[in-house]
């Protein structure tokens, strides 16, 4: 069922577990994940790049596809379909198509200018009852053409931002999109409980979950981490069974070229690598 993110994540924050934001790019993603979720009994977000719903021809065919996949399929468990670094624009429009869950990333913004935009956000969902992440200190890497620096968030300015009213809050302790290289130092926890400490019983979300130790995934839960997001590890597991199939020769093979056969080996590696995750988040059966 379709459901803002709120509720879903403040359970997490209570019982010591993560929801895991998955990026869809097409109908075979958001088909793979969502059987998951319902396999594993597990509440799922899934994510929408700006790029991504571009790609879809628009926010509203994201929306109709999905409501269509959760009734067609059955779904019970909770599903919120999630605008991720969205723009003020981008967030709005999201907001008007029936999106459950929005992102707006100010982080590149002054912090005044970032507290008013947010607020804006924050007034316009909540009319709607969906649920809003903000962001402070941006995350490292390149997302779907959303570039970010890494600097550490100040706690300070993540205490400004909690207060208007958000309900999660994306905060940069040194994570980064993408693959991470060798020579990452890693998270910082001690800006991590600093942030906590400033935002009380706030859920607090990990982006760049991909490539992270599962031993700093699980102390980063425990310093009120609840939402992590994982997208490139799906793109390089789909990526990999995909060419496996063709350099086996395989397309060749009856009708193999058919798409549903093409796209089988990698629609699966998503849902082994999803699967994956969920059992290092903890949602398993929490939905």
């Known amino acids: 069922m379709l459901v803002s993110a709120k509720e879903m994540l ?19 993603w958001t088909k793979a994940i969502l059987e998951t979720a319902q396999e594993l009994k597990s509440p799922v977000i899934l994510g929408v790049s700006e790029g991504a719903g571009k790609y879809m021809t628009g ?3 994201v929306v109709k596809m999905v409501e269509g996949m959760v009734e067609e399929m059955g779904i019970t468990v909770p599903v919120a379909i999630h605008l991720d670094h969205g723009s003020y624009e981008g967030a709005k429009k999201a907001i008007e198509a029936g999106f459950t869950s929005v992102m707006f990333d100010g982080s590149h913004y002054s912090i005044d200018e970032n507290v008013e ?10 009319s709607k009852e969906i649920s809003v992440e903000a962001e402070v200190g941006s995350i490292g890497g390149e997302e779907d053409g959303v570039v970010g620096t890494g600097e550490f968030a100040d706690p300070a300015e ?5 207060d208007l009213g958000i309900d999660f809050l994306a905060a940069g302790i040194g994570n980064i999109h993408g693959v991470y290289p060798e020579n990452w ?3 910082n926890f001690d800006v991590l409980a600093e942030i906590q400490k400033e ?3 706030l859920p607090l979300v990990l982006h760049g979950g991909t490539g992270i130790p599962t031993d700093m ?6 310093l009120g981490v609840s939402k992590i997001n994982v997208n490139t590890e799906c793109q390089l597991a789909f990526a990999a069974a995909t060419r496996k199939y063709i350099e086996a020769g395989k397309d060749k093979e009856g009708k193999g070229f058919d798409p549903r056969k093409l796209l089988a080996p990698g629609t699966q590696a998503i849902k082994d690598t999803v699967k ?5 988040f903890g949602s398993i059966g929490k939905a």
Do not use: P, R, S
């Open 117 to 126: 935009k947010t607020k804006d956000i924050v007034n316009l969902a909540h």
């Open 158 to 162: 993540c205490k400004m931002i909690a």
């Open 217 to 222: 995934i699980k102390e980063a839960i425990t």
């Open 10 to 28: 403040d359970k997490a924050l209570e019982g010591h577990y993560a929801v895991g934001q998955f990026n869809i790019n097409n109908l075979e």
């Open 185 to 187: 130092q890693g998270l």
């Open 59 to 61: 926010y509203k065919t």
């Open 199 to 201: 935002v009380g019983k």
């Open 276 to 280: 994956e995750k969920m059992e290092i």
